[in-house]
């Protein structure tokens, strides 16, 4: 008894002796990661989590002496509960890093509590443009609607197609989605004679599609957010658009590769533009996919996995460079100008915006072996957001 207080009193006196400097090295570095893991966004959860634990598992779960835990919360995609969790991770659970956020709302409502507590967001996720400037601490791994509209505006009219309908989910992404395509087709002579929005939540997308068979574009030109893309296609094929002369064009998360394979062989042709197919033919993304899948009963990885794979690498990386401290500034730093080899293709983290610099890739879905893919034809090197005002 005696003896065991007296170790005590000596590990004690040893704690006091280093500051508490040792304490802080040794407790865990914690990523609060708020997804949507229920709900109409499911699969993007599910996408990313996936994604998460394959880095882990690649990667090690220490970095520079600290143990790394996710602390992993389903916000169902309602940013009022996001909020609610986010101001929970940084004030109950001391949270060093915010991460995950499927959609624009969520990402805009945490914004706030990012800037207040300093802590680092990462955006592994959501994709309208002004997220990045909603605070200092945001720094984003996904992609932006600008990025993916503009290639595809140039793309169409060198392919025959000058009058385009739009049609895209009525909420941030979709907006900035219909303007830069809008206005980048018409300084290429082209035209987005009608501009049409379907509400987020519970789509029904049948009488937007019957107007734009009356119109009769040469193409109609699409996006909604990852999940929603089997709904549109199916509707878009059974209700003869295509045989009616309309081309579909559209953003990667129409054709996403969460539920590709499933559309069937009406999908085949169909042209879009984005920064990641999981037909990617770089080595580094063959491993990525092959180990992705082998830990998923198969699953293949969308673009969103790939948000929050290389989301992981950025957190990693900092910690690195700060020798294991935390502290929001110091790691942010840390995130900002990183430069890497994604299974996507080369990327950097622009240090005056926070937002990701890729290559666009345009694609068209192919069968191979059996199965469909989003087959690249094309690149535009490193793209910076066209979105941004500064
Ligand atoms: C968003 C953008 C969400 C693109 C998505 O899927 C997407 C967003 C959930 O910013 O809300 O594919």
């Known amino acids: 008894m005696k003896k ?3 170790i005590q009193a000596a590990a004690l006196a040893v704690l006091a002796s ?5 304490l802080a090295q040794t407790a865990p570095f914690k990523i609060g990661l708020i997804l949507p893991m229920s709900g109409q966004q499911a699969t993007t959860g599910r996408q990313i989590e996936a994604a998460v634990k394959l880095w882990m598992a690649q990667n090690g779960d220490t970095v520079a002496g600290r143990k790394v835990q996710v602390v992993l919360k389903d916000d169902t995609s309602l940013p009022d509960v996001t909020r609610r969790l986010a101001q929970e991770l940084v004030v109950n659970d001391k949270v060093d890093v915010l991460a995950g956020f499927g959609i624009t709302p969520s990402a805009m409502a945490v914004a706030p509590i990012a800037t207040q507590s300093k802590t680092p967001l990462v955006v592994m996720a959501a994709a309208t443009s002004s997220i990045t400037e909603a605070s200092p601490y945001i720094v984003r791994t996904s ?7 503009v290639a595809l505006a140039d793309w169409a009219p060198k392919n025959g197609i000058k009058k385009v309908v739009s049609l895209v989910s009525d909420y941030g992404p979709g907006i900035d989605a219909e303007k830069f395509f809008k206005e980048r087709l018409q300084l290429n002579g082209g035209q987005v004679t009608e501009s049409l929005r379907v509400p987020l939540r519970n789509p029904d997308f049948a009488p937007f599609l019957q107007k734009v068979r009356d119109l009769k574009p040469d193409a109609l ?34 054709t996403d590769d969460d539920q590709l394979n499933d559309m069937g062989d009406n999908a085949l042709g169909v042209v879009t533009s984005h920064h990641y197919s999981a037909a990617h033919p770089s080595a580094a993304n ?21 948000g929050g794979y290389d989301g992981m690498r950025v957190i990693y990386e900092a910690l690195k460079k700060t020798g294991g401290k935390a502290g929001g500034d110091a790691l942010l730093a840390g995130m900002k100008g990183q430069i890497f080899e994604s299974p996507r293709g080369p990327v ?11 290559n666009i890739y345009l694609r068209k879905v192919e069968k191979k072996d059996g199965q469909l893919w989003n087959v690249e034809f094309d690149v535009i090197k490193d793209v910076k957001d066209p979105g941004k005002t500064k």
């Open 348 to 358: 950097y983290i622009d240090a005056q915006t926070r937002d990701i610099v890729q």
């Open 18 to 22: 280093t500051g508490g400097l040792a």
């Open 286 to 306: 063959k491993k990525f996919v092959a180990e992705f899948q082998k830990a998923n009963k198969n699953m293949r990885p969308n673009f969103m996995a790939m």
């Open 143 to 149: 992609f932006t609607l600008p990025q993916a509209s």
């Open 221 to 254: 030109f699409v996006f909604v957010p990852s999940g929603a893309g089997a709904a549109v296609m199916k509707q878009f094929f059974e209700r003869g658009m295509d045989k009616a002369g309309i081309k579909l064009i559209a953003t990667g998360d129409v």
């Open 4 to 6: 065991r207080t007296l």
